[in-house]
């Protein structure tokens, strides 16, 4: 199973395009407080449209309860990560990965990541920035352990119940 996992996130507009992707992929987020917004509709609808009823998630009081709740393989997302996501094996079928992105501002603390080395992962880019967008990472690497999965029953064409594979060579 995939998992997304926040730790401490700052932006409610970030939060609710994970939320997205997360409802869109059959993904389940765990978020590990603080967060730096209250988990109320009315701050994640603009970015989570009309999807977060889809979102399944649960809420952590800190990184040692959610440690304590899921075990599995963690999988770091941080600058200072020296494998791309590519490099890690998401295809074991019998494996809880966790996608565990840091906040906005800070990222991952170090004392955490210390134990963890062989699991962080960066996203490849130049030296002009230091990160991407938060919501970019978190898309970026669960499309990539989904395409090593052949996409866990996901629809790779429009489906029916949406507006259909044909609906392009319709004169709607």
């Known amino acids: 199973m995939l998992n997304v996992v926040l730790y401490a996130p700052e932006i409610p507009q970030n939060t609710g395009n994970i939320m997205r992707t997360c409802a869109g992929t059959n993904t389940l987020l765990h978020l590990i407080e603080p967060l730096g917004f209250k988990l109320d509709p009315k701050y994640l609808k603009r970015s989570g449209v009309n999807y ?54 800070t990222g991952i603390p170090k004392s955490i990541l210390r134990g963890y080395l062989d699991t962080c992962v960066r996203l490849p880019m130049n030296d002009k920035i230091r990160s991407l967008n938060l919501s970019n990472c978190v898309c970026a690497i669960l499309y990539e352990a989904l395409r090593q999965r052949n996409y866990d029953n996901l629809y790779r064409f429009e489906p029916t119940t949406l507006k259909g594979p044909d609906w392009i060579n319709t004169d709607e």
């Open 52 to 105: 977060l009823e889809y979102v399944n998630y649960r809420v952590y009081k800190t990184w040692d309860e959610f440690k304590a709740n899921n075990p599995g393989l963690y999988i770091f997302a941080t600058r200072y990560g020296r494998k791309s996501p590519d490099m890690i094996d998401f295809s074991m079928p019998d494996v809880n990965y966790y996608l565990i992105f840091g906040k906005e501002s």
